[in-house]
């Protein structure tokens, strides 16, 4: 099992830039596709980003494609999530997890291994 701490949260103005980042510790960290999720006030968690152990695949939810960069450092534990020209409906607290990755892309977490969530706020 790998132990996850979210950071990189805060208060920005609409069209401004954050960088999250996901601390791993324990299991290696290099073994896992890593995710991104988000929930916002009154609605479910949902997918944002994934990316596979070596960096070289990834993929977004639709609504934040173009706009946020996933990736990782294998040698820190680290995995980033970039976003640029933020909404306020990207306002949530962001979740990182360790799971696995398909063939087609599809990413599957990881059920004991999510972090506790770093919030995010966007203002118009």
């Known amino acids: 099992q790998v132990q996850l701490v979210e950071s990189g949260g805060g208060l920005v103005q609409a069209g401004g830039s954050l960088r999250l980042s996901c601390a791993a510790s324990?299991?290696?960290?290099?073994?896992?596709?890593m995710g991104w999720f988000r929930q916002a006030p009154g609605k479910e968690r949902e997918f944002v980003a994934t990316i596979n152990w070596s960096g070289g695949r990834t993929y977004y939810a639709d609504s934040v494609k173009g706009r946020f960069t996933i990736s990782r450092d294998n040698a820190k534990n680290t995995m980033y999530l970039q976003m640029n020209n933020l909404k306020p409906e990207d306002t949530a607290v962001y979740y990182c997890n360790a799971g696995g990755m398909a063939g087609n892309g599809t990413y599957y977490s990881g059920a004991d291994s999510w972090g506790k969530g770093t919030l995010v706020t966007v203002s118009s």
């Open positions: 324990g299991r290696s960290f290099g073994a896992y596709a």
